[in-house]
């Protein structure tokens, strides 16, 4: 996973409970994105940050947050205005050679 | 959206060669071709990448058509362990505000 880490591996929300997700990396990549994966769907962009203090929008961002106060990490936050939460979520970083590097993703499911 | 469209789904039987087609059309000049693969429940790999010019590594090759509208991912003796998911995005390389969009990839079965 190339000094990507992804925690928690599995992780259950109540309704209405907000849920982090943590990402960390040690590559110092100034780039970092949090994707969202369905069963047998591919990959959807939720949210990225190009460098410290500033990130943007992806194409599926309601119900979710970020934050990036250090250059190692980029939280994830899925709110409860996120109405079906239950997926893979994988969070990259990516080089000068813009190759992406992925951490071993969090499955979140609801119970 | 996706800038590139892939076949869902291929066979290939083990130790032969496996074609994987990519289209995108709609490339420009300075977007390079970034191929990746996804086993299951993991995150996906880096394979190889190409602008103009045909590439090979130690994984794959990559062809890529002179007008650059479409390319194919080669894996030269595939093995059980290339199931998986292979992506196909463009993207410019240093661009750096700039979104990373995948597709639904194809998912590619080697048979015994």
């Known amino acids: 996973d190339g000094g990507i880490t992804q925690s928690p591996k599995y992780l259950f929300r109540k309704e209405g409970q907000n849920v982090t997700l943590s990402c960390e990396q040690n590559?110092?990549?100034?780039?970092m994105y949090w994707y969202r994966q369905d069963p047998g769907q591919g990959l959807r962009l939720i949210y990225y940050?190009?460098?410290?203090?500033?990130?943007q929008k992806g194409d599926i961002a309601e119900g979710y947050s970020v934050s990036r106060e250090k250059k190692e990490s980029f939280p994830l936050t899925v709110t409860s205005a996120q109405k079906n939460p239950t997926a893979f979520y994988l969070c990259?970083?990516?080089?000068?050679?813009?190759?992406?590097?992925f951490g071993s993703g969090t499955q979140l499911s609801v119970l | 959206d996706a800038k590139t469209t892939q076949p869902p789904s291929m066979d290939c039987a083990e130790g032969r060669a496996a074609n994987l087609p990519c289209n995108h059309s709609t490339i420009s000049g300075n977007e390079y071709v970034y191929w990746y693969r996804q086993i299951h429940s993991q995150g996906p790999q880096y394979i190889i990448h190409?602008?103009?010019n045909n590439e090979t590594n130690e994984m794959a090759s990559l062809i890529i058509t002179e007008d650059r509208k479409s390319s194919t991912l080669i894996l030269p003796h595939a093995t059980l362990r290339d199931t998986a998911v292979y992506y196909c995005?463009?993207?410019?390389?240093?661009?750096?505000?700039?979104?990373?969009?995948f597709g639904k990839g194809t998912r590619l079965h080697i048979l015994p």
């Open positions: 995005i463009v993207r410019v390389a240093g661009l750096r505000d700039d979104k990373i969009i």
């Open positions: 990259a970083t990516i080089d000068l050679n813009e190759k992406l590097f």
């Open positions: 590559l110092n990549h100034d780039a």
């Open positions: 940050s190009q460098i410290v203090n500033d990130f």
């Open positions: 190409g602008l103009k």
